[in-house]
């Protein structure tokens, strides 16, 4: 499901992403004070700049020309969506205070040739990288999604209620906007603290190749996609534990099909518990690996 999450993102949504930059109307950066960033799908609004405040997301807003850096917090209001996943004029996003995800509302930050092409890089031969910087800490409550890449979070990342539902139909929101089913990622990025994830609806979810300074905690989440959670190829140095999720895996799909899998097991400093225990079988009906070893 993840290859199809990939398409979906870096593939249709480039040209739908690309017409809307064309459009953009650009709100110019306050040298001081508060800041918020209002636009549409279709006309976005555009943070960049210096911001020697706080920023408030309103409707649809793009981190699409040139670096951004915000020294207090960036909220995400009800329904709103930050996209800071393009690579022209090296659009990084830097924040000295917390990114705040609000209900129903979403961010996607981040982007790399690999994982997640940025938005308006070639899909075919994708080159372009960009990096987010979280003083603080990521914080979703009742959250449509969050798709992070590249991050690095100083504090603890949590992400609480929300997902849009036990479902994997394309979402009315800016999900389906891009032709997407309604998910939540967190890759190739560098937690401070701690990661903790509870009571997502929603159709996927994911953690991979992220370094954990402290304890992963999933609780209680439930994912209308059999493939997921994938809890792959992290580095965390506290303690891993899982429980009452639809399902835990800590290996790949290997095509479109769920089984068989490969193995990528994370590496644990701490204690593992709950359906994080025992690695999860590689072929149908096949048997788990040892103690110790998701």
Same mark, same amino acid.
């Given at each position: +499901? ?16 690309? *017409? ?5 109307? $650009?709100?110019?950066?306050? $040298? ?10 279709? @006309?976005?609004?555009? !943070?960049?700049?210096?911001?020697? &405040? ?11 020309? &040139? %670096? ?8 995400? =209001?009800?329904?709103?969506? /930050? ?12 924040? +000295? ?30 080159? /372009? ?51 997407? %089913? ?18 997502? @609806?929603?159709?996927? !979810?994911?953690? =991979?190749?992220? $370094? ?27 303690? !891993? ?12 799909? *290997?095509?479109? $099909? !769920?089984?068989?899998?490969? %193995?990528?097991? @994370? ?6 518990? &709950?359906?994080?225990?025992? =690695? ?11 103690? @110790?070893?998701?």
């Amino acid at each position: +499901m993840r290859r199809l999450f990939r398409q979906t993102l870096s593939g249709v949504a480039v040209a739908g992403v690309a *017409l809307c930059i064309a459009a953009v109307f $650009a709100a110019q950066a306050a $040298a001081g004070g508060n800041f918020t960033c209002s636009g549409t799908f279709a @006309n976005p609004g555009v !943070l960049a700049g210096t911001i020697n &405040g706080n920023v408030s997301v309103t409707g649809f807003c793009a981190v699409n020309a &040139g %670096p951004a850096v915000v020294k207090g917090n960036v909220t995400v =209001a009800q329904g709103a969506a /930050l996209v800071a996943a393009f690579g022209a004029e090296n659009s990084t996003l830097t924040v +000295m205070g917390n990114l705040i995800v609000q209900q129903d509302g979403a961010a996607a930050i981040g982007c790399n040739p690999d994982s997640s092409p940025c938005f308006d890089d070639n899909p075919d031969n994708p080159t /372009l990288t960009v990096t987010i910087h979280i003083t603080g800490n990521l914080l979703a409550n009742g959250a449509l999604g969050v798709v992070s890449h590249n991050t690095t979070v100083g504090g603890n990342i949590e992400q609480h209620g929300g997902g849009g539902g036990f479902t994997c139909d394309t979402s009315p929101g800016i999900f389906g906007a891009f032709g997407s %089913p309604v998910f939540s990622t967190y890759e190739d990025g560098v937690v401070g603290g701690n990661l903790s994830i509870t009571n997502v @609806n929603s159709c996927w !979810l994911g953690t =991979a190749r992220m $370094a954990i300074h402290g304890n992963a905690s999933y609780v209680n989440n439930q994912l209308a996609d059999p493939d997921a959670i994938e809890i792959v190829s992290n580095d965390i140095h506290g303690n !891993l534990s899982c429980r009452g999720n639809s399902m835990t895996w800590d290996s790949g799909d *290997l095509s479109d $099909a !769920l089984f068989p899998r490969f %193995p990528q097991p @994370n590496t644990v400093d701490g204690k593992r518990s &709950g359906q994080c225990f025992y =690695a999860t079988p590689l072929t149908e009906g096949g048997p788990s690996g040892p103690p @110790n070893s998701f």
